[in-house]
């Protein structure tokens, strides 16, 4: 099995960043891992994802902000928030799937980022 665990969040002022982290445990190998925020009575939304390989993808109201990145030697995955604006401001889920499936099964408790 594979456990998520968050850490990062915060409040920050518009403009600020934030680094959130999420640290693996458990079978990782060949895992696609991601991003995903809720706002309160908004669904959840994709933010960026980064495939086995490396491979990044974002949402297209993030691009040029965020930056998806994972250390594989430390089984952690890393989302830097830059130029954050309040429309940010949401609960923040890491998430995982096997790379050949399209649903993410594995998922993080959050961690929630606030920018005023």
């Known amino acids: 099995d594979v456990q998520l665990v968050e850490s990062g969040g915060g409040s920050v002022q518009t403009g600020g960043s934030l680094t959130l982290s999420c640290t693996t445990s458990g079978y990782t190998y060949g895992l696609c891992m991601g991003w995903f925020r809720q706002a309160p009575g908004k669904g959840r939304e994709e933010v960026a994802s980064i495939d086995s390989g490396g491979t990044s993808k974002y949402d297209d109201s993030v691009k040029g902000r965020f930056a998806i990145s994972k250390d594989n030697a430390k089984n952690t995955l890393y989302l830097q928030m830059n130029s954050l604006k309040p429309e940010d401001t949401a609960m923040y889920y890491c998430?995982?799937?096997?790379?050949?499936?399209?649903?993410?099964?594995?998922w993080g408790q959050g961690t929630q980022v606030t920018v005023s």
């Open positions: 998430a995982a799937r096997a790379c050949g499936f399209s649903a993410f099964r594995y």
